[in-house]
């Protein structure tokens, strides 16, 4: 891991990704079974991790991949993180608007 909160952040994401898409027959791409273990255990907001059913694996993989080969490669991996991270800023954003509000 890099000193910085950035390289660490960049570092991260590459290292998530390939020991995820590594463990399948593709070695740069991440496949329904291995998208199924990244999202168990990186993604432990809200209960996802019970929730999640054969169907939302499914969804998440259409919403991924956008070039529709069934795998998610590393072009479209990152766009998730933007995704996620997107999401997360606005929800954080939000909480503290709300906060200084009250
Ligand atoms: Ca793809």
Redesign the pocket.
């Known amino acids: 891991m890099g000193e910085n909160k950035l390289e660490g952040v960049i570092e991260g994401m590459v290292e998530v990704f390939e020991e995820y898409a590594s463990t399948g027959e593709k070695k740069h791409q991440i496949d329904m079974e291995e998208l199924k273990t990244m999202l168990e255990k990186e993604v432990e907001q809200s209960g996802l991790k019970d929730k999640m059913s054969a169907e939302d694996l499914k969804e998440a993989m259409e919403l991924l991949?956008?070039?529709?080969?069934g795998?998610?490669?590393f072009r479209?991996f990152s766009r998730c993180v933007a995704a996620l991270a997107k999401g997360y800023y606005k929800q954080k954003r939000g909480k503290g608007k709300k906060k200084d509000d009250s």
Do not use: G
Request: hydrophobic letters at 10%; aromatic letters at 0%.
């Open positions: 991949d956008k070039n529709h080969d795998e998610v490669n479209e």
